[in-house]
């Protein structure tokens, strides 16, 4: 089912032409970027979207604030709604716009509000610890 929201941005629900799930991650989820631990959370989501790989979403709660920097880089996904980024000046050029959010995400994937996302090849480390 596709629709147009009032802003002109088409709106697509996840279906079986393209499944999204979030279910809750196993063990606890570490993000680590120069050695320091970014996030680290035991309430992280696992997302699944057909055609992408697995992405983890920490709760912004269990993530250090202090090392992120919001940019102005933001994108528009469809099925999730607009996405803002965040860099992680620790890390250096590597580590510019390695972090996303969706801070008003579309119904169908309300849960990852107030979750942030990593690019695995813009930080050191995203480890499952058991």
Do not use: Q
Not at 28 to 52: C, D, F, N
């Amino acid at each position: 089912m596709d629709n147009t929201s009032s802003k002109g941005k088409e709106i697509r629900i996840p279906g079986p032409d393209h499944p999204i799930t979030i279910s809750p991650a196993e063990g606890t989820i570490r993000v680590t970027v120069a050695g320091k631990i970014v996030a680290e959370s035991k309430r992280a989501l696992r997302l699944e979207e057909k055609g992408y790989p697995p992405v983890y979403y920490l709760p912004r709660s269990d993530a250090d604030m202090s090392l992120l920097v919001r940019t102005t880089h933001y994108t528009y996904c469809p099925y999730k709604g607009d996405c803002t980024y965040y860099s992680i000046p620790l890390g250096g050029a590597k580590s510019e716009y390695a972090v996303w959010t969706y801070e008003k995400p579309y119904e169908a994937v309300a849960e990852i509000k107030e979750y942030l996302a990593f690019y695995p090849t813009r930080v050191d480390a995203i480890e499952v610890i058991s």
